[in-house]
């Protein structure tokens, strides 16, 4: 089997390679310098040159803030540079997997999103990823849509890290408690990612680690594990931060469909945690 996968010089795109590797499957990388995906042609010369059996699309526009400022590139490569993509694999009868985002809901209420949920977004990153699952679901037969949230991983920045640095360079941190999701690995991501796209299971998927806790909750367990208990961590409103982009209180994601087609659902998001500052080499 043959894998085409998209931003891989990102968190993801990093370890989903590394996973096809060590699992003996034919990795094909490109990030931005081998294959634009805001140019159709350079999409269709390159997945076509690869002829690949899958394509696993992990590249995106993900500067949340940003967006608002500049819709159009944030629109050119979340909803242009995906149909460019799904057209391709249209022609070429491929599967393709696209990594999407819990942003594509209203992040209202408690109860956990299902896949096949209302998607009405509440700010522009959201909107461009909506656009960009329905130009997949028009154009590609054989679709993952794999919507993800909270993700931290080796290669690229994160909250993590974020906290850690902070901790060291103030002692004390706030950090807002209202907004409820599952922190993700992408190490443990991709593997569930290998795990589906070798297989015809299609249609819409939720996956995070196992487990809810607020971002407060998840600076107060990172100080923990990190052998930093001294750093203060102050709860603190969403409103303490005015951001340009709103974000969703509610970041709950069924996973459900995951086990109903025989998928291993990932390991605590404590667990993910510690392996992943073992990994990072971030304990004190």
């Known amino acids: 089997m043959r894998v ?13 390679m590394n996973e096809l590797a060590k699992r003996g499957i034919e990795g094909i990388g490109v990030d931005v310098d081998e294959m634009d995906i805001t140019d159709a042609a350079a999409c269709q010369r390159v997945i076509t040159e690869a002829n690949p059996d899958a394509v696993i699309h992990c590249a995106a526009y993900t500067a949340v803030d940003a967006a608002e400022e500049d819709e159009a590139l ?10 460019n993509i799904a057209r391709v694999c249209q022609e070429l009868d491929c599967k393709m997997m696209y990594i999407s985002t819990d942003y594509v809901f209203n992040g209202q209420g408690t109860r ?6 209302k998607r009405e977004p509440l700010n522009t990153y959201g909107q461009t990823k909506y656009e960009g699952e ?7 037969k054989k679709f993952f849509l ?5 993700v931290f991983g080796i290669n690229g920045k994160n909250f ?38 070798v297989t015809e299971k299609y249609g819409r ?7 809810l806790c607020s971002w407060y909750e998840f600076a107060c367990e990172i100080f923990r594990q990190a052998g930093m208990e001294q750093v203060k961590v102050t709860p603190v409103d969403s409103t303490a931060f005015p951001v340009k982009a709103t974000r969703p209180k509610n970041s709950r994601m069924s996973k459900e469909k995951l086990t109903e087609n025989g998928f291993e659902r990932l390991p605590s ?5 510690g392996r992943y500052l073992d990994e990072a080499g971030l304990r004190s």
């Open 4 to 16: 085409l996968v998209t931003g891989v010089k990102g968190q993801l795109g990093h370890d989903v």
């Open 74 to 83: 944030c629109r050119r490569v979340n909803a242009d540079g995906t149909e």
């Open 112 to 117: 956990p999103w299902e896949p096949d949920d």
């Open 134 to 140: 329905l130009a997949v679901e028009k154009y590609v």
């Open 146 to 150: 794999v919507r993800i949230a909270w």
């Open 160 to 197: 993590i890290q974020t906290m850690i640095r902070l901790g060291k360079e103030r002692g004390a941190v706030s950090v807002v408690n209202d907004q409820i999701g599952s922190p993700t690995y992408t190490y443990d991501l991709a593997r569930l990612l290998v795990d589906m796209i």
């Open 205 to 211: 998927y939720h996956a995070t680690n196992e487990g």
């Open 269 to 273: 998001w404590q667990d993910a945690l």
